[in-house]
């Protein structure tokens, strides 16, 4: 079945640091991929996504490829602020109407 | 676009009684819903998915009995959480998927269920 690994948490880093969290998926047909963001509290926001291989999906400063051939989607920032404090989640969808299979979720904690 | 509202936000309740909530897309119609239970610091667990006229679809280890969900809408299911224990005590969100995928997933803002 389809599955996504990303990145076990937590990440603490500096304000303005580079941020990765990787991401890896497993799936029979080819997928949409996403990228979800929880602020504490909250429900999830859709943070970026991409739907077929070597899209770029983008927002607020953050971006990922859709890597078919490594089978990736990592989340980058080039300098993350302590308002992308969060809990960052990576999901696929192969169909539509089907529900979204998740990764764990990676708390991100951004330090001034 | 494709917004979704789910609520209450927050509600506290006692042992043995019942709690809905309720998922309302606003500006779209959905034709399916998806419940989700979020457990603290953990991924989000799919109970169901429910669509529109017909019964929902409860994933293995979900009481349907326990999680009744009714989608009589194109926009609007619910819910209701029977019988509640503290061990149901938890983070629910919806999720509803707009029929193009235009926009993606959208979520409901989740509600935070205690059982005392």
């Known amino acids: 079945g389809n599955s996504v690994t990303q990145m076990e948490g937590p990440v603490t880093l500096s304000e303005e640091a580079f941020l990765t969290i990787n991401c890896t998926y497993t799936?029979?047909?080819?997928?949409?991929l996403f990228w979800y963001v929880q602020y504490p509290g909250e429900g999830l926001q859709l943070l970026l996504k991409a739907t077929k291989a070597d899209d770029k999906g983008s927002n607020k400063g953050f971006e990922a490829t859709y890597r078919k051939e490594t089978t990736s989607f990592h989340l980058e920032k080039g300098s993350v602020q302590v308002s992308d404090s969060a809990v960052y989640f990576c999901?696929?969808?192969?169909?539509?109407?089907?529900?979204?299979?998740f990764g764990k979720g990676t708390r991100l904690s951004v330090i001034a | 676009g494709a917004v979704v509202s789910q609520h209450p936000s927050r509600v506290i309740c006692k042992s043995g009684t019942s709690v809905k909530i309720e998922c309302r897309s606003l500006?779209?119609?959905?034709?399916?819903m998806f419940w989700y239970r979020q457990f603290p610091k953990k991924s989000l667990m799919l109970m169901a998915t429910?669509?529109?006229?017909?019964?929902?679809?409860?994933e293995q280890g979900v009481e349907k009995d326990k999680f009744l969900i009714n989608h009589a809408s194109l926009t609007l299911s619910t819910l209701t959480v029977t019988s509640a224990h503290p061990e149901d005590s938890s983070f629910y969100i919806c999720?509803?998927?707009?029929?193009?995928?235009?926009?993606?997933?959208?979520f409901g803002s989740g509600t935070r269920l205690t059982v005392v």
């Open positions: 799936a029979t047909g080819y997928p949409s």
């Open positions: 429910s669509n529109e006229g017909s019964k929902a679809t409860y």
């Open positions: 999901a696929l969808s192969d169909l539509g109407n089907t529900p979204l299979v």
């Open positions: 999720s509803a998927y707009p029929g193009q995928g235009i926009y993606g997933y959208t």
């Open positions: 500006d779209f119609q959905a034709t399916t």
